[in-house]
Nanobody, 126 residues
Framework: VQLQASGGGLVQAGGSLRLSCVASGRTSSDKAMGWFRQAPGKEREFVAAISGSGRSTYYADSVKGRVTISRDNAKNTVYLQMNSLKPEDTAVYYC????????????????????WGQGTEVTVSS
């Protein structure tokens, strides 16, 4: 499975971005997917996850209410809509695929994900 993330860029605080992650190769549209981010000098952290069906979603407290994860299985694509962006959202954002279809407490952990995209950079200016 290859994952290609895109949609990052420079945006002012309060603005919006939509990130996309396209899966190719030996794909399975029922895999749970996640987004993580890594700011300079910090650990990679969980942002959001979505089950294979799209019916279940998890969010980090830091983004809850501002971010929406969704998926279009027909296009093998997962999206991360980010609104009301803050300077502290500045990071490289990575999409990742789990071999499972469901979400549970392990879905918050980067070690649970088997495949990773290359990352797309988001910079929020104040």
């Amino acid at each position: 499975v290859q994952l290609q993330a895109s949609g990052g860029g420079l945006v002012q605080a309060g603005g919006s971005l939509r990130l996309s992650c396209v899966a190719s190769g030996r794909t399975s549209s029922d895999k749970a997917m996640g987004w993580f981010r890594q700011a300079p000098g910090k650990e990679r952290e969980f942002v959001a996850a979505i089950s294979g069906s799209g019916r279940s979603t998890y969010y980090a407290d830091s983004v809850k209410g501002r971010v929406t994860i969704s998926r279009d299985n027909a296009k093998n694509t997962v999206y991360l809509q980010m609104n009301s962006l803050k300077p502290e959202d500045t990071a490289v954002y990575y999409c990742a695929a789990d071999f499972r279809s469901y979400l549970d407490s392990r879905s918050y952990l980067k070690a649970q994900y088997n495949y990773w995209g290359q990352g797309t950079e988001v910079t929020v200016s104040s």
